[in-house]
Structures are given as structure tokens and as C-alpha cells.
Nanobody, 120 residues
Framework: QLQASGGGLVQAGGSLRVSCAAS????????MGWFRQAPGKEREFVAA????????YYSDSVKGRFTISRDNAKNTVYLQMNSLKPEDTAVYYC???????????????WGQGTLVTVSS
């Protein structure tokens, strides 16, 4: 199971870190990712990290502003979001998959989402 937390209201230009805690002893063997879904829009890929922290991937819209990381000892993946914009407002979901590709993450396990609201 995946449990996302840390969402909230932040002003444009601010920062926020969301977390996703996983239960189970096989967390370290899975790639992890973050997706988001804004009102009236489809869910979109945000960032991904492979199982050993060796590689990360970002959508063009967040590259340079967001950082994904994981702590396998804590079974937790993080998304540090800086320089937030109103268009970053969405429900953020974490996912676990067999690889860090968006396709494999979408087919994997999902958390319940945490709402991030960025005010202008």
C-alpha cells in the first residue's frame, strides 16, 4: 500500500514536499513515480526514480523545479517542489512499478493522492 501526504496550500513561488510511504518489504525493488491530476484534466506524469536512486526522470513542465528522491530504509519516496506555480495545482499521486517508465508505473500500485494548491 502507498500512502501520500504533505499536500497543502502554498503561495506561488513557494515550496512544498510531498511524501509517499509504502508498506511491505519489497519497496526497494520497485521504481517509484509521481503523477498529478488537475481538475478537468487527465492524470499526467511528473517524475520517476528507479529502485536504487541511480536515475531520475522529470516531465518538461517540472524539470529544474521539482526533485524526486527516495529513502529505501524508510520505504518512502519524496517530491520536493520549488518555485511552485498556480498551474502546479493538482492532486498528486505516487505509484510503484516494475520500471521507471510512465507506462510501467501506470500499471503498478497507486496511492490515494494528496492535494497541492498553489495560490497566485
Amino acid at each position: 500500500q502507498l500512502q501520500a501526504s504533505g499536500g497543502g496550500l502554498v503561495q506561488a513561488g513557494g515550496s512544498l514536499r510531498v511524501s509517499c510511504a509504502a508498506s511491505g518489504r519489497t519497496f526497494s525493488s520497485y521504481a517509484m513515480g509521481w503523477f498529478r491530476q488537475a481538475p478537468g484534466k487527465e492524470r499526467e506524469f511528473v517524475a520517476a526514480i528507479n529502485w536504487d536512486n541511480a536515475r531520475t526522470y522529470y516531465s518538461d513542465s517540472v524539470k529544474g523545479r521539482f526533485t524526486i528522491s527516495r529513502d529505501n530504509a524508510k520505504n518512502t519516496v519524496y517530491l520536493q517542489m520549488n518555485s511552485l506555480k498556480p498551474e502546479d495545482t493538482a492532486v498528486y499521486y505516487c505509484a510503484a512499478g516494475s520500471s521507471s517508465s510512465s507506462r510501467d508505473l501506470k500499471k503498478g500500485s497507486w496511492g490515494q493522492g494528496t492535494l497541492v494548491t498553489v495560490s497566485s
